[in-house]
């Protein structure tokens, strides 16, 4: 299998550290990505594994409770709009959980008091925080997500106030997301400085925060191999100064092969008894989307609740470090909550009290076959047999680089009649091709694209509008379409 391009993750527009935000996924995943596991079966296996006789455990207490957030965006718009009819899923099955808190503004002045309001709010209710630093210089290898300290001197310094604030108690930091699995942009040297920086980060850390669990940068179970992701570790000072490592950030890779992936790692390592892992398991539990979709693709769900009740000595937690329902870039700004995305993520998954109701699977290493993804187990509301015909206008406007683009489609009701379930049609005169979509399920047929609602957004008084998105490939031509239908009714174009 070719190595798949790196992680692609879209800074957040400026606002108020610490940011509660960690955006973008892996762009060009390849073929032979892991089988899914679909979020019950996720949900299944850490109940399961969390029973009484449980007879492994990592270095993480199992009891161990993850710092809620009260001020994080899901939590927020759960109480900004108590009558939506999403809001019971996303309450329950997001925004009741823990998540990753971002550090991601340089901000050397303000950091140290930044940090301490999280862990002195978690110290108080008795719970772990987890904290993912994200300052590194050369961040992202000057793609979405450039950014991070301005040299690596100014790093360490960002690094030791960063560390002031910890306090005594127990935390989680994850340090550096993309860090050592993406250094295509540096050279040897810079490289080699990268890895002594990173680990002095560890070691200051460490020395200001006993308590502190640092876990470095793994990648995931699609990007570098097992024993080369230990190699930059180990350069990186794994060994000496952390107490393991972090995967599948901001991706979509299985849990089961994300385990396997780490205990070859381990493996890689020698097996040290005093390094773990943890796995990043916010929005994994369908797998990967079909044709190397990244950027906020549709039918994903969240996977294993977060817990350190893992019941395997390798691995000290599920965590959700990309809090789930933050936009990647695509369906809304990097880093803004969208609820749509979010109930997707939670529509599939079985509530965090759920039992389980079957064997959990076994973790498998991957297979020499290119497996597919699975599909959900369940699907969203369906929309309503659309009614009638309907006065329309539609605005699309596309945002496109070489050989894709994506799509903003506003459909608003411009007749004097209400309409209850819509299906838009349009034609493109060029060859694109859709590949996912949010806010509104989108097929194509040849040159024909349908969209239709996903129930919630389904009815339009006089004068409303709704909105959704896609993307899209395209080899030679990317001319927006002409023409739209709106229940049988052709648009003006907006």
């Known amino acids: ?53 449980a007879a492994v455990q990592g270095s993480l207490p199992a009891t161990t409770q993850f710092y809620k957030d009260p001020a994080s965006q899901v939590v927020k718009w759960v109480a900004a709009n108590p009558n939506d009819s999403r809001t019971p899923v996303i309450s329950k099955r997001i925004a009741s959980q823990p998540q990753g808190i971002w550090f991601a503004n340089y901000k050397p002045d303000t950091i140290t008091a ?49 560390a002031a604030g910890l306090g005594s108690g127990r935390s989680v930091v994850i340090l550096e997301p993309d860090s050592i ?31 502190a669990k640092v876990y470095m940068d793994g990648g995931h179970s699609a990007w570098n191999s097992a024993a080369e992701q230990a ?5 990186a000072g794994v060994l000496s100064n952390a107490d393991g490592f972090f995967t599948n950030v901001s991706n979509f890779n299985s849990t089961a092969n994300e385990v396997a992936y780490s205990k070859s790692v381990l493996s890689s390592l020698g097996n040290p008894g005093n390094l773990h892992a943890v796995v990043d398991t916010s929005r994994n539990g369908n797998g990967p989307a079909g044709g190397g979709a990244w950027c906020d693709p549709s039918g994903r769900a969240i996977g294993a609740y977060p817990t350190a009740a893992t019941g395997d000595a390798a691995i000290d937690a599920f965590l959700w470090i990309k809090p789930p329902g ?26 965090p009290t759920a039992p389980p109701t079957s064997q959990p699977p076994t973790s498998q290493p991957p297979t020499s076959q290119p497996p597919t993804s699975q599909p959900p187990t369940s699907q969203p509301p369906t929309s ?47 060859d694109q091709k859709v590949t996912s979509a949010w806010n509104a399920t989108v097929t194509q047929s040849g040159a024909t694209v349908t969209a239709t609602d996903l129930g919630y957004n389904g009815s339009l008084a006089p004068g409303a509008s709704t909105g959704f998105g896609f993307q899209g490939t395209f080899a030679a031509s990317n001319a927006a379409p002409t023409s739209f239908t709106l229940n049988g009714a052709t648009c003006t174009l907006a």
């Open 231 to 235: 190699n930059r570790l180990r350069s």
């Open 114 to 162: 930044d940090v301490r309001t999280v862990t002195s709010a978690a110290a108080g209710a008795g719970q772990v925080p987890v904290l993912a630093v994200y300052e590194i210089p050369n961040r992202d290898c000057g793609g979405a997500s450039a950014g991070g300290a301005p040299d690596l001197a100014s790093y360490d310094a960002w690094v030791a106030k960063f």
């Open 1 to 53: 299998m070719s190595t798949p391009e790196p992680l692609r993750r879209a800074v957040p527009a400026p606002g108020p550290t610490p940011r509660r935000h960690r955006a973008g996924a892996r762009r060009g995943r390849t073929a032979g990505l892991a089988l899914a596991v679909g979020a019950v079966a996720a949900a299944m296996l850490v109940a399961t594994q969390t029973g009484a006789g």
């Open 181 to 211: 699995a993406l250094t295509t942009c540096l050279s040897a040297q810079q490289q080699a400085d990268r890895f002594a920086s990173l680990s002095r980060a560890g070691a200051t850390i460490h020395a200001a925060a006993p308590n």
């Open 384 to 430: 309503q047999p659309p009614t009638g015909s309907a006065a329309c206008s539609v605005a699309y406007r596309t945002n496109a680089w070489t050989g894709g683009f994506t799509a903003d489609v506003t459909v608003r009701n411009t007749g004097t009649a209400s309409v209850t379930g819509w299906t838009l049609r349009w034609t493109y005169p060029g």
């Open 326 to 351: 933050e936009a990647d870039g695509c369906a809304a700004a990097a880093g803004t909550f969208v609820a749509d995305i979010a109930y997707q993520l939670a529509v599939n998954a079985a509530d």
